[in-house]
């Protein structure tokens, strides 16, 4: 594992903590990066219920899931046997019985039957019927929002989870000098994807590439115009703008990138877009220093981006960091009007001033560090749009 | 768009039948799966609030998402302008407001406020709180479970969906012989990966890939008992076994398989399971045919694996088609005891015959078409233990 004890131990204090703090004795929590920041348990198994039970008065968490995972808890946990927890097959896609019964059983045998038990009420491995099933279960319970809880304790890195980040930039690097290289007029958009794909699974010397939250978002011509567009089997086209949206990841941590690509002399409109982007971007990094607040850093860019007659209406950014599908987004702070959230050193944002239009678009991104100077980005990859004749 | 839009009008008018006959005014369906099943909308936006509203007595349906997708809804539906609604930006991952508050508005708008609504309960990207901020809403409306209404209305394919499953074997069959040629001692764990990838993404002549809701699933030597786990950076070794589970994807259908290598000579315990499970498949397909149940498929393998000494507590199989992160199941029917499922021709699963002990495991799997003969598999690939010498 690449954290220590310590680390872990840590996050568990914290956690604790705010528990105490909101008066919640139990925190279920079936998002799989918290589950993953909390005890470092890593599978592909989310799509059916699973989660991480936190004790405020037990000094390790339970992982609970379905039976042919327990071998992948035992082998990416610390958790000693007994904690970890598992279901019976029966209990998978039945409509007469849910996984959830079982882990209310499993707490009132705890003794917590009428403790006032914790829920991420917006967590999308947590169905409204794992809710249904979990309180029906523990008829004396006491259910509250527990309102994001890990979701914000995520938001200061620690030095080792700056170190698993930097790791993911060189990965992202990689990616992005592939991207440049490969994407050429008559080059299927599926074919330089697989390079895309190759490029961020081999990683880089010493550094393996693991799987990304989302899928390379690769978008040409009009295609640009929607952000969250799949690839296709068309070939790319002399005169098309091609965006890449992406992450190398390492330890779980992302450290997501946008750049935009132009096969040909690009039009004035999408060079004026640039060159708005990439000034805003610049503005809004030297802003990004302790003290001042999220929405600082976006009037800061939208000031610049007037002057180049561009509007954004949707938010510039948010703090990023262990990611699963369906995305690398923590969901807690934007940056954007109104968010009065103060920066600290080692949060970490996506600076994703992505702007689409009617029938074009760009990206030009960075992840980058707050500190006392400003946003430090990550990954060292030119910014400025890049024109392939 | 691949499909006709015949299909589309068949599909929607099965689901507004079994509404009526469930007494379900409005459908609100926000799994990825059902809402390209039902418009072909196909994007990477489920990672926040969206749905598609089926009415019962209204010939479209409405897509409902983020502002900054309605060019990827116009791209990807056949839906007239009116029928695209959005929400603005401000309202992503905000804790004041929440983007249901925009749907239950809009239905009121359209006279459905004290109608019957239907919601599927267990929905991975419909959380606990779109249903409470939904219900708030729309406070005089009735509520009801659909009951994965769509999910099975997708158990049984047309002639069209077939062949798009037909398409992703042949990407399948490709994927699997990279499997077979690239796994040799000493190479990474993520370099194999990243060449099952690429072939992924690429495709075959005249298919392209496009993404699977699943990683490529490469579990080695210990690994190899943990269906879910990882790939990591650590070489490959001889004397190991290397399971792959995966698919080739088109047309968003997938077609999944699973295969087991054994670097140098396989140990008995082994090669006597890949003997049980590859014989327990022959009997399975042999019993999948139309008239026979899901519990019946099921008993015939069992029968089989208990001669070799083996026993397997999970289910052995579960539909397929279209598929989005986290899975490509459908949710429905399980090949397991007491599922009586009655199997009709053209009903399609994944034989999944996986067995994960305490420190060994393997997977041979089929994805196969219910006919009145029995099960057919759709993609053709030797299924002995592959063993590289």
């Known amino acids: 594992m690449f ?12 956690c604790r903590q705010t528990m105490e703090r909101k008066g919640i004795d139990v925190l279920i929590d079936s998002d799989p990066a918290n589950m993953n920041y909390v005890t470092g348990y890593d599978g592909w198994s989310f799509y059916i219920p699973q989660a991480v039970v936190i ?6 968490p339970i992982w609970f899931g379905r039976g042919v995972d327990i071998s992948g ?9 007994n904690n970890i927890v598992v279901y019976t097959d ?72 700056i170190e698993a980040i930097s790791s993911a930039a060189r990965i992202t690097e990689k990616i992005v000098q592939t991207f440049f290289d490969v994407v050429e007029p008559g080059v299927r958009q599926c074919d330089a994807v697989a390079a895309l794909y190759a490029a961020q699974t081999s990683g880089v010397e010493g550094v393996s590439g693991e ?37 190398g990841v390492s330890h779980r941590y992302h450290c997501p990138m946008a750049r935009t690509v132009h096969l040909g002399p690009p039009p004035e409109v999408l060079s004026n877009a640039s060159r708005g982007v990439i000034e805003g971007n610049a ?70 001033t992505g702007i689409w239009m009617d029938d074009w678009g760009i990206e030009i991104s960075e992840t980058f560090r707050v500190t006392d100077q400003g946003g430090v980005p990550f990954a060292s990859v030119p910014n400025a749009l890049h024109v392939k004749n």
Chains 1, 2 share one sequence.
Not at 3 to 14: G, H, K, P, V
Not at 73 to 81: D, I, K, P, Q, V
Not at 222 to 236: F, I, Q, V
Not at 318 to 345: M, N
């Open 73 to 81: 808890a035992r082998l990416t946990t610390r958790l000693s046997e």
């Open 3 to 14: 954290f220590d004890q310590s680390e872990y131990d840590n996050r568990l204090t914290d």
């Open 283 to 352: 503005a809004a990094l030297e802003v990004a220093k302790a003290g001042n607040t999220c929405e600082d850093v976006e009037a800061a860019w939208r000031e610049v981006i007037g002057k180049y007659g561009l509007v954004k209406e949707s938010r510039i950014g948010y703090p990023i960091g262990i990611g699963y599908p369906p995305d690398w987004g923590e969901h807690t702070a934007s940056l954007r009007q109104g968010d009065r959230t103060e920066l600290v050193p080692n949060m970490v944002f996506h600076l994703m």
């Open 211 to 247: 799987f990304c939250a989302a899928i390379p978002m690769l978008l040409c011509g009009r295609g640009t115009s929607a952000p969250h567009l799949p690839w296709s089997g068309e070939a790319l086209k002399s005169g098309e703008a091609i965006i890449l949206e992406t992450s």
């Open 55 to 60: 004790f405020v008065d037990r000094d390790q």
């Open 90 to 161: 029966d209990y998978v896609h039945n409509t007469t019985k849910h996984p959830m019964d079982v882990l209310g059983e499993l707490l009132i045998s705890y003794g917590c039957g009428s403790k006032t038990i914790g829920l991420e009420h917006d967590c999308n491995y947590f169905t409204p019927l794992c809710r249904d099933a979990l309180q029906a279960s523990m008829p004396n319970a006491e259910f509250v929002d527990a309102g994001k809880l890990v979701n914000w304790q995520r938001l200061i890195k620690s030095d080792a989870e």
